[in-house]
């Protein structure tokens, strides 16, 4: 029987693999902040007031590049912009709560807690909404904030061999591969990459914004030739009812709004 506390457990558990991607991937963005002048409380409080890994790590290099500070804010919000669309995604799962946990939700949304939280809430309607996402979205807050702790005290020290950079795309992998579940995905997962790859090179690692936008046009794309295939708009408007009825019936304890 699904309860906040059993939900909570479940977080927790599936969350746990995750969490281990995310230590190397903190280490790697403190050690890389004060490899670049930025003081310790500095860098330390970038990683609470931002909790964002891969906008922390733009932010990063475009100060070691020396950029000018209106780049360096332009870039991380464009690459947090991804987060507007998780929000928008997430929110009908979190309709019944008050606005100081919604607040409190949406500072702990990151990929890897949307990814796994939307797909258990759409997989059993009966899970309580906030109580599995604090499972999963917790845990990864506070690994993150003392993997960056250790990154900004000891990376520095930690031997080159190690490569802790290599886990940042381990972990983003991670979550893109279950994500990619029809045309559209993979059409943005394939043209994104390879935009990515095509456009490194850019200055001020614009490559990446460039990237994620025609990822974006790429899927939508697909997805709106997909709609108006033969029997295409029917089926997505019945899928359309059950999402939208999956989204607005509450778990255990969500209709508790205090």
Do not use: C
Not at 63 to 80: D, E, F, I, S, Y
Not at 171 to 199: N, Y
């Amino acid at each position: 029987m699904s309860s906040p506390r059993s939900d909570f457990r479940a977080g927790l558990r599936v969350t746990a693999p995750i969490v281990l991607g995310i230590v190397p991937f903190g280490l790697v963005a403190g050690a890389a902040a004060v490899s670049v002048g930025i003081p310790a409380l500095q860098a330390l409080a970038m990683s609470v007031v931002i909790f964002a890994g891969a906008s922390q790590l733009a932010a990063v290099e475009l100060v070691g590049q020396g950029a000018p500070a209106v780049v360096v804010v332009a870039t991380v919000l464009v690459v947090n912009l991804r987060l507007v669309m998780y929000s928008a995604s997430i929110a009908p799962h979190f309709a019944n709560q008050s606005a100081k946990w919604k607040a409190a939700l949406s500072y702990l949304l990151t990929d890897q807690a949307y990814a796994v939280s939307v797909v258990e809430f759409e997989n059993d309607p009966k899970t309580s909404r906030r109580w599995y996402y604090l499972g999963v979205a917790v845990p990864l807050w506070v690994a993150w904030q003392a993997a960056t702790v250790v990154g900004v005290f000891v990376g520095a020290s930690v031997p080159d061999g190690w490569q802790l950079e290599f886990a940042v795309p381990l972990v983003f992998l991670a979550i893109l591969v279950p994500a990619v579940t029809d045309r559209a995905t993979g059409a943005a997962a394939i043209v994104g990459g390879t935009a990515a790859i095509l456009a490194r090179g850019l200055p001020y690692n614009l490559g990446l914004v460039v990237a994620a936008l025609i990822a974006i046009a790429a899927g939508l794309a697909v997805e709106s030739l997909t709609d108006v295939e033969p029997g295409g708009e029917a089926g997505a408007e019945d899928g359309a009812e059950v999402e939208a009825k999956s989204k607005t019936e509450p778990g255990a304890d969500d209709e508790e709004v205090a």
